[in-house]
């Protein structure tokens, strides 16, 4: 065996000894996705909602699965998640597998550029269906080019994955459990939305504002300013979470307009830092502002947590 195959093959041994959910170089990646095995190679989900930047260019063995397709309108109430039915069978369809491991990417930039959002969406997806060996590309499309590491036009379709039997309900919260935790001892409700839509300042919502108790903690802080695809190391917002109180002794439940901004507040907390308890509100301010006649309390105003 060649040496750089020979590598190639312990890499992917000493990774498949520990199945966790976190993020992995696009060196890394590549190394996995080049494997010689077929069947020891990685599912690899190219997640972006623009399906023409997918017939651009994609990392090599990856299936489309555009994240919004696991969304819809549900009692009115835009972009909510699927039933669980229908999520499994196109998780089916897109190749997931309980006995593989999942590398996830889209494409980064700088803001407005949020693309990495649709990453940690199917993320919290994946995971909330039981599975538990899932890699984001760090970085992701402008990481690996970067690199000089080759994109494809090749289409490319997994077969058909086997999900775990047990779904992880655990990781999400719905808006008793919301209502329930804002603004107690020992809880920590987040809005990972841009500041002004915290404060009310927007021409997006139904109504203006943010859940009461809720406190404003922009995703992009976790990430790099030149790339909002690239995570910054918790070394360098550990101080900056703690003075937002934003510790891992907190109950954390994240939430955002639609669910996405949250789940990568979720995924970073849970994953890269290593918080023990977070979790998402999957219905969101969208939801929020409908529900129960629209007369659930908001606030507006207010300043960025630890500022």
């Known amino acids: 065996m060649k040496p750089v195959l020979a590598f190639a093959t312990l890499a992917v041994a000493a990774h498949c000894a520990i199945a966790d959910i976190g993020i992995i170089s696009a060196a890394e990646a590549k190394k996995l996705i080049d ?10 989900l190219d997640t972006r909602g623009g399906y023409k930047d997918y017939f651009r260019g994609h990392l090599p063995t990856a299936h489309h699965l555009e994240f919004d397709t696991l969304r819809g309108t549900d009692k009115g109430v835009p972009v909510q998640y699927l039933p669980d039915d229908l999520t499994k069978a196109l998780l ?76 992880d309900l655990g990781i999400a919260a719905d808006i008793e459990e919301v209502q329930k935790r ?34 404003s903690f922009h995703w992009a802080r976790l990430m790099e300013k030149g790339n909002t695809h690239k995570f910054k190391p918790f070394s360098e917002t550990k101080g900056e979470l703690e003075k937002a109180g ?17 789940s990568l507040l979720r995924f970073y907390l849970k994953h890269v830092a290593g918080y023990p308890n977070v979790r998402l509100y999957e219905g969101a301010w969208k939801e929020y502002v409908w529900i129960k006649n629209k007369s659930l309390p908001a606030e507006t105003g207010g300043e960025p947590a630890g500022k």
């Open 35 to 44: 494997n010689p095995d077929a069947n020891k190679r990685p599912i690899v």
């Open 92 to 167: 089916l369809r897109a190749g997931v597998d309980k006995d593989r491991l999942h590398l996830v990417y889209a494409t980064g930039g700088e803001l407005p550029n949020d693309e990495i959002l649709s990453s940690t969406m199917v993320v919290h997806v994946l995971e909330k269906f039981g599975v538990k060996d899932i890699k984001i590309v760090d970085g992701g499309l402008p990481e690996w080019q970067q690199q000089g590491f080759p994109t494809v036009q090749d289409y490319f379709g997994n077969p058909v994955g086997h999900l775990p039997p047990k779904m």
């Open 182 to 215: 804002g603004g107690k001892i020992g809880d920590v409700l987040i809005d990972a939305r841009p500041l002004n839509e915290f404060k009310g300042e927007d021409e997006v919502w139904l109504r203006k504002g943010h859940i009461p108790g809720a406190i």
């Open 246 to 262: 934003i510790t891992p002794d907190k109950n954390i439940i994240c939430y955002c307009g639609t669910s996405r901004e949250g």
